[in-house]
């Protein structure tokens, strides 16, 4: 049988094995009272349970360390924009191309799995351990992961939009812990009033909103002084925040029997609204271009669609069985919906609102992200020659790169390949015979530069051509369109006097 808890109160995990006797681990479903348990060695007794928040939300402040220098190491994200599912009681991590729909990687992250948070680059996939006391980090690249101790029970994480740390939530000691992503080393702890279900970064990165799911309310963070300011109750069990694309409204997933999203207004930390929903909200994510508030309710079985100018409900939408949460795809189009109970990942047009796929799952899918589009630039090329004849003539060439975007092309190279052994000259390339290399460093969208060479002119050319093609050999981030990549130029030289360019 399942163990037997209050409703408002998660039983803590013990931390550590090898400990005699049998210990169980539920996640409880307030209002459907589903119980999804799992049986396994630990203490012989819990370490305790997290008692109720008092009646009032109070101020609580930590003190701040010194931030560790460094940042992660910088590396492209999957190919296709990946969802990354993980499963209640499991220890791996499973990787869908939300192109293809095709599951490429079942990954052993080395925690027992819960929420998940993506880098900024989509290059990692931090894994919160919760049952485990760890943080696995998988590299999107490879598909493998690593994994790094925080102790407690770390619930959730939020990453600073440079990538650079991470704010862990912590439901066992009620803080969150910041952590330096280069060193993994903990810079400091913030207090918080009651257990932390769930951790988000506003879109500009300056807080932090923690989701007290006893306390019934939210509190938020500084992450430029690291310290909690007073809570805001919205009642029910908070289990998820988000934010809008501009960061004035927080909307919090209600949890238990409220069936309700309270719509919090960021500036004057006040609850502007209270939208009735499904019940047993466990998420709500908000749609790019901040029309709507999607939320997943678990008890119900659906999604509620919120139009957030006018805290609405316009649309409830079938789900598996057990929503519990929500990722959009990088374009809009869809959204994946890990069902719990179920045992499915539905694929949602956001459109038309109809299911496209269901994707079934041997464990209990419970939260996704998914990794951003790989960024792209897109580097056209264009070669003029310009003839300067003379009793030692020449041939001027300006190659010229422009950035089509839509990403800053972070490096590039040309290269410029030359018919015979002609060595050219250059302020600005690299030369050799017959070839000349030119680089560029951070050009921005819409911006172009221009790179000069000379190729000298025999005073016997006798008609000889002269062509010049100039390609793209390398860049970063992807360049899309091949097409534009490359640009000739011929001349003829009947002598260094005469000489013609097409």
């Known amino acids: 049988m399942c163990c037997s808890v209050p ?19 539920c996640v409880v479903r307030v209002v459907t009272n589903k119980r999804l348990c799992r049986a396994g060695r630990g203490a012989a007794v819990w370490a305790g349970a997290l008692a109720l928040a008092a009646s009032g939300l109070v101020s609580q402040t930590a003190q701040a360390a010194p931030a560790a220098a460094g940042s992660p190491r910088a590396a492209q994200p999957p190919a296709h924009p990946t969802a990354y ?3 209640l009681n499991s220890r791996t991590v499973t990787a869908i191309d939300t192109v293809t729909g095709e599951t490429v990687a079942r990954i052993p992250v080395g925690v027992e799995t819960a929420k998940l948070a993506v880098s900024p680059d989509g290059s990692r996939v931090y894994v919160a351990g919760q049952y485990s006391g760890g943080i696995g980090v998988i590299d999107t690249a490879t598909n493998t992961a ?16 440079d990538g650079t740390r991470a704010y862990i939530g912590d439901s066992f000691q009620r ?27 506003n879109p500009a990165g300056t807080e932090v909103y923690a989701s007290l799911s006893v306390a019934g309310g939210v509190q938020a963070i500084s992450t430029a002084t690291n310290t909690a300011a007073r809570g805001i109750r919205t009642y029910g069990h908070p289990r998820s925040v988000a934010f809008g694309p501009d960061g004035t409204r927080a909307y919090v997933a209600s949890g238990g029997n409220d069936q309700s999203v309270a719509v919090v207004d960021t500036t004057t930390r006040t609850v502007a609204a209270t939208v009735t929903t499904g019940s047993d909200v466990m998420a709500t994510r908000v749609t790019a271009d901040g029309a709507r508030a999607w939320t997943a309710n678990a008890g119900s079985d659906n ?5 957030t100018a006018t805290n609405t409900v316009t649309a409830t939408v079938p789900a598996g069985d057990g929503p519990y949460d929500i990722a959009f795809t990088p374009d809009g189009r869809h959204a994946y919906v890990p069902n719990v109970a179920g045992r499915t990942v539905s694929v949602i047009d956001t459109t038309t609102h109809a299911t496209t796929a269901s994707i079934p799952f ?8 998914i990794t951003p589009a790989r ?60 070839t000349v290399r030119c680089t560029l460093t951070d050009l ?28 793209r050999t390398d860049s970063t981030p992807t360049d899309p369109d091949p097409a534009n990549d490359t640009a000739s130029r011929t001349c003829t030289a009947t002598t260094s006097l005469i000489i013609r360019c097409t």
Not at 148 to 157: E, Q, W, Y
Not at 444 to 452: F, L, V
């Open 85 to 87: 599912v993980s499963a």
């Open 7 to 25: 409703p408002a109160v998660l039983p803590v995990s013990p931390e550590g094995e090898g400990a005699a006797g049998e210990s169980r681990r």
């Open 175 to 201: 803080q969150v812990k910041v952590y330096d992503l280069a060193t993994q080393t903990q810079i400091t702890t913030v207090q918080t009033i009651g257990d932390v279900y769930d951790v988000e970064m």
């Open 444 to 471: 921005a969208p819409g911006a172009s530069t221009t790179r000069t060479f000379r190729v000298p002119v025999g005073l016997l050319s006798l008609g000889a051509p002269y062509t010049a093609t100039a390609t």
């Open 303 to 307: 999604l509620s669609i919120l139009d």
């Open 362 to 369: 041997s464990e209990q899918p419970a939260y996704v992200v």
């Open 146 to 161: 690593t994994s790094f101790s925080v102790g407690g029970l770390p619930t959730d994480i939020a990453i600073t939009p």
């Open 375 to 434: 960024p792209e630039a897109d580097l056209a090329v264009a070669l003029a020659a310009t003839p300067v004849p003379g009793l030692t003539g020449r041939i001027d060439y300006t190659l010229t790169v422009t950035n089509n975007g839509p990403a800053t092309a972070a490096t590039g190279t040309v290269t410029t390949t030359l018919t015979g052994s002609t060595t050219p000259t250059s302020t600005d390339c690299a030369t050799g015979p017959g």
